[in-house]
């Protein structure tokens, strides 16, 4: 099938990749001249495990193909994807301005029958302002051509995008009419091919999935944390915790574990989004802002223990910082805790001392351009000298068995604040560390 995405981001160069490389003839499109342009020399702007192999593959024999110009891809294309951000508003709504505006220009340049894809996230109801705004540019060209809306969420995860879309656990489909459900049956077939995958159901459902998807998954995240600062309360050890619910089938291991809260593109956003759904309804999503609002205490708890430990002020204070994306297998820094809690220090007076695998150039070019004090290394070792103590924010597979003895060796005080839970106490503690972790007190 000859098909087009909008938005070559995350989302879009990977489904865009993906789709050609199951054989069909793909054209991604962008407004970023500089993007595009990169992106015909075989340079990924982002980094994704094994993106940047399979888009070689595939521009290399022709399905793949990269343009700034729609009109270009919409000439042989029958599905349309509109795969373009949809960021968190002012008022925390998402912010459509740029789903429409992609809208407006099929609307305007479409010739020919075609289904237009949602893939990114949007309110119940964009479909139908969707469909609104290419009618109202058909109208002014005085053209009637038949189009078709349909709600395809995407539920990829950043760091294993290409595994989740290649083989997803559902592919959710809303539309409201058989021609389009046949279309993307076709069009997904072969990520089907194991068992039935396709979910189908009707275009405002498949909207709301998404949200109650991301929604979910916060919760747990949340909720978990929230149990973790109960825990150190009370003398309990959430690690214990955790292992003992976790063992319930209906509650299950995924996702109850602590840590210094979500961030990242979606989470953050798509749970305003969600709350302001309910709140433009006059319904007050009381349990979705309390989610909302224990992530952003959370975000600050590691600072909050090191500020217990060393005072109120830090000035002369050094910390070795090891994680900047908001995950692992990620470059991705958006709404990462490591952005507020490097900030928190440095305002205190501390220097911090940074290092990420594939971060380091989001954290210097936007997320902490302008926060000084940061200074960034080669490899997570480097960062030790002077250092005060050493930090985990982001759970690489790298940081999980470090020479300890090293850390030892070159922090002033063998200190570790780790964020995310990766060592045991009783190891740490038996070569002389001292410890702090989320959800366990550290007896000092
Ligand atoms: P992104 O910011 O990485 O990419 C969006 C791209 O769209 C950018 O390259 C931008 O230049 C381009 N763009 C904007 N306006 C355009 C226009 N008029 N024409 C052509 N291109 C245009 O965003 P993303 O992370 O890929 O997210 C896209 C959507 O998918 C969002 O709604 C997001 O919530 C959703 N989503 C994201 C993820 C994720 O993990 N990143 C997962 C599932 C869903």
Redesign the pocket.
Known sequence: MNITV???????LVTGTCFAEMGNHVTC????QD?IEKLKKGIIP?YEPGLEAMVAKNVENGSLHFSTN?EVGMKKSKVIFI????PMGEDGS?DLQ?VL??AS?IGQKMHKPIIVVD????PVGTADKVAEVISKELKQRDEDIEFHVVSN??????GA?LQDFMKPDRIVIGADNDMAFETMRDLYAPFTVNHDRMIEMDVRSAEMT?YVANAMLATKISFMNEIANICELVDADVNQVRIGIGSDSRIGYSFIYPGSGYG???FP??VKALKKIAEDQGYDAGLISSVEAVNDKQKLVIAEKIVKRFGDDLSGKVFALWGLAFKPGTD?MREAPAIYIAKELVKRGAKIKAYDPKAMHEAQTFYLKDTPNISYYDSKYETLGDANAMILLTEWKEFRSPDFEELKMKLVEPIIFDGRNQYSHLRLESKGFEYYQIGKRTET
Do not use: M, N, Q, R
């Not at 909008?6 to 879009?12: A, D, K, Q, R």
């Not at 499109?29 to 970023?32: A, V």
């Not at 893939?119 to 949007?122: A, L, M, Q, W, Y």
């Open positions: 909008v938005g070559s981001g995350y989302v879009g499109i962008d407004i970023d993007k982002i729609l795969a373009v951000g949809t998402a740029y505006s992609v220009e893939k990114s996230t949007v969420p995407e539920f990829l995860k950043e995008a998404k990242g593109s979606c956003k798509d991705d």
